[in-house]
């Protein structure tokens, strides 16, 4: 019987191609506003989709990582990263701490649950610890009336060393709306501990880029290290920031419409005039969002096209009527360096971290650029 060759990883024109110097370039970006300040690299989320080993290679320069799962941990350990790594979400269960010794990682703590699993360590276990407080986010952390008692709990283990003091901002992106400021939530996380001598951890993105103010704390940056906006309204190109993601297909067919005849499923477009239309090999399952409108911006040919009809599961069509060096075969980026992975999430109503850290395992990574 005929033997069935071993699959060759598909030769499906589409990619996400990670751009390392531009992880270290915004890597250095965010090192500008820090000054002295050590910097985790928040890599979470296979580092928005950019891949764990990608962040290890270009983030070098960062003091630590910080991410939430074991198995990305290990992931960065076995590609070299020796500084420190923090669970952002710390343990889950008692038998993670075997793993926490194993790679030598560093613990939040935000939750009785969490002190409680502490309490039970053997004697002999060293755990180093960032204690979380809840300043006005209400979704993880110590509510601050319990600061003092939480703190003498801990300050009894002989096994835990805590760190650092940490918060999370819930409005450093959009200051105006109503709730908790960036100033007020700081202010509530000093004075919980007045008597404190450690470290404090409390911006990401928005606040490192956007509230220059900050004292002295270890910074959590994260979408901009991909070169994405921490808020809405701010171009990542205007906080010096490259996009890291290119995501790249290309043209699969090209069509010749008359005037009338539409295109895709439920006909959703109709030409107006004599029209020239791609197809292009990306669609939904690929993580190109299905509720793009007419008029999605693509870059092909050296031009913006528009979108045109609806996007389908595999493919999406655009109009190339007035970009005639797109032929079949053409590189066409959805995202990326020249149509910023903000403004197409932007146009459907989402963010950029959604668009970047959900993209599925079906679109193949490949880098380029040194770091
Ligand atoms: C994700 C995360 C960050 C990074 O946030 P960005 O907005 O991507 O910079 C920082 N701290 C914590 C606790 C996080 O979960």
């Keep these: 019987m005929a033997r069935i060759p071993p699959s060759p990883s598909s030769s499906r024109p589409l990619q996400a191609l990670v751009d390392l110097s531009a992880l270290a370039h915004n890597l250095a970006q965010a090192r500008a506003r820090a000054g002295a300040r050590p910097i985790w690299a928040v890599v979470k989320a296979n580092a928005y989709r950019h891949g764990i080993e990608n962040a290890v290679r270009a983030f070098g320069a960062a003091d630590g990582l910080a991410l939430l799962e074991a198995d990305e941990a290990q992931r960065a350990r076995d590609a070299g990263w020796r500084k420190p790594i923090l669970l952002l979400e710390g343990v889950f269960e008692m038998r993670d701490f075997a793993v926490v010794d194993a790679l030598d990682l560093t613990v939040v703590v935000h939750c009785e649950d969490q002190l409680a699993m502490l309490e039970h360590l053997p004697a002999g276990q060293q755990v180093k610890v960032y204690l979380k407080f809840d300043t006005g986010m209400n979704r993880l952390g110590f509510p601050a009336t319990q600061a003092k008692a939480v703190r003498a709990r801990v300050a009894a283990l002989p096994q835990v060393q805590v760190l650092a003091l940490m918060t999370h901002l819930a409005n450093a992106d959009q200051e105006q709306l109503p709730g908790p400021t960036v100033r007020g939530q700081r202010a509530a996380l000093h004075a919980l501990a007045p008597d404190w001598r450690g470290a404090w951890s409390i911006s990401n993105s928005a606040a490192l ?163």
Excluded: K
């Design 209 to 371: 880029f956007l509230h220059p103010d900050g004292g002295p704390e270890a910074v959590r940056p994260g979408i901009t290290l991909y070169g994405a906006s921490p808020a809405v309204g701010t171009s990542a190109a205007s906080l010096g920031l490259r996009a890291a993601m290119q995501l790249q297909a290309r043209v699969l067919a090209l069509r010749e419409l008359a005037p009338g005849e539409t295109v895709g499923y439920g006909s959703r477009w109709t030409a107006a005039r004599r029209s020239r239309i791609g197809v292009v090999t990306c669609g939904y399952a690929d993580g190109y969002p299905r509720t793009a409108p007419e008029g999605m911006p693509v870059w092909v040919g050296g031009c913006r096209a528009p979108l045109v009809g609806r996007v389908s599961m595999d493919m999406l069509t655009v109009d190339l009527t007035e970009v005639p060096d797109a032929i079949v075969g053409s590189p066409v980026e959805l995202w990326g360096p020249n149509v910023s992975v903000d403004e197409v999430a932007q146009r459907v109503g989402t963010v950029g971290y959604e668009l970047l850290s959900r993209l599925p395992a079906r679109v193949r990574e490949a880098t380029a650029g040194a770091t």
